[in-house]
Nanobody, 114 residues
Framework: QVQLVESGGGLVQAGGSLRLSCVAS???????????LSWYRQVPGKQRELVAA???????NYADFVKGRFTVSRNNREYTAYLQMNSLNPEDTGIYSC?????WGQGTQVTVSS
């Protein structure tokens, strides 16, 4: 019954920015604020890979290819995780999904044109 819904994907030119959001529902505040929230990327022909994560305490982890360009954050009061994506390049193209424990969102498509 817990759901995660991503939004904010779209088509952008290289060098542009997008801000992805992931809103959780049917989850208590106490639980939401206690879990790690993660963003993953799926590219055709490749395994799903971790892009960024943020713990309950606010500690962050990033894949090497996004360090310095992406920022993961969370707003527990709004039950939301964010992924700010700057300086996008075509290799960032993929389906981005958020994760909380064993719960996954449906994913949002990010396409970066050259």
């Amino acid at each position: 019954q817990v759901q995660l819904v991503e939004s904010g994907g779209g088509l952008v030119q290289a060098g542009g920015s997008l801000r992805l959001s992931c809103v959780a529902s049917q989850v208590t505040f106490a639980l939401f604020r206690s879990v790690t929230l993660s963003w993953y990327r799926q590219v055709p022909g490749k395994q799903r890979e971790l892009v960024a994560a943020i713990t309950d305490a606010g500690a962050t982890n990033y894949a090497d290819f996004v360090k310095g360009r992406f920022t993961v954050s969370r707003n527990n009061r709004e039950y939301t995780a964010y992924l700010q994506m700057n300086s996008l390049n075509p290799e960032d193209t993929g389906i981005y999904s958020c994760n909380m424990g064993n719960i996954w969102g449906q994913g949002t498509q990010v396409t970066v044109s050259s």
